[in-house]
């Protein structure tokens, strides 16, 4: 004889994927901390990939923010010396340097000699934003730290977007 299935109600349904989740993300916090031999529990090593990696990026970091450093006391520069430029010289510096504290910080830059032409200035600023951007985008991508990649990646965008309302 054939048999109907069980009628299977939506909650029913929905606390039994919820029960079915919870199991299996306990299950793999508790075989993670086997596996790693972790004496404590609720560590697993699934939470270590985004680590930053203690020595295997410092030399990277250190030139990373000797760019920043660069561009940030160009920026400066061009906003003292170029009065138009000012506002967009003083907010493009205010974002290198909270990048600058994000990675640890860095050594001031010396200030750059910076032409009073307008027009001149701004190319030299335009054309350092970009080489920064694409420096960082290269460092994202070198970073062996997933944590360190992902903020590498986010100041990457940051100065794309103060490009393109340059």
Do not use: F, N
Not at 38 to 60: F, I, K, M, W, Y
Not at 95 to 100: N, P, Q, T, V
């Amino acid at each position: 004889m054939s048999r109907s299935p069980l009628p299977l109600s939506r909650r029913g349904l929905v606390a039994g994927g919820l029960a079915g989740t919870a199991a299996l993300l306990g299950g793999c916090d508790a075989v993670g901390d086997l596996l790693d031999g972790d004496d404590e529990p609720g560590v697993s090593g699934a939470v270590t990939p985004t680590a930053p990696a203690v020595d295997a990026d410092s030399a990277l970091v250190s030139e990373v923010t000797q760019a920043i450093a660069a561009t940030s006391a160009l920026a400066t520069a061009t906003g003292t010396t170029v009065a138009a430029l000012a506002r967009i010289g003083t907010h493009l510096a205010r974002i290198h340097d909270a990048h600058l504290v994000e990675l640890g910080g860095a050594d001031p830059a010396q200030a750059p000699v910076v032409p009073t032409d307008r027009a001149t200035a701004l190319k030299g600023l335009v054309l350092a934003e970009q080489r920064l951007q694409d420096r960082l985008v290269l460092a994202a991508g070198a970073a062996r730290s997933g944590a360190l990649a992902q903020v590498l990646a986010s100041m990457a965008a940051a100065v794309a977007q103060q490009r393109a309302v340059m």
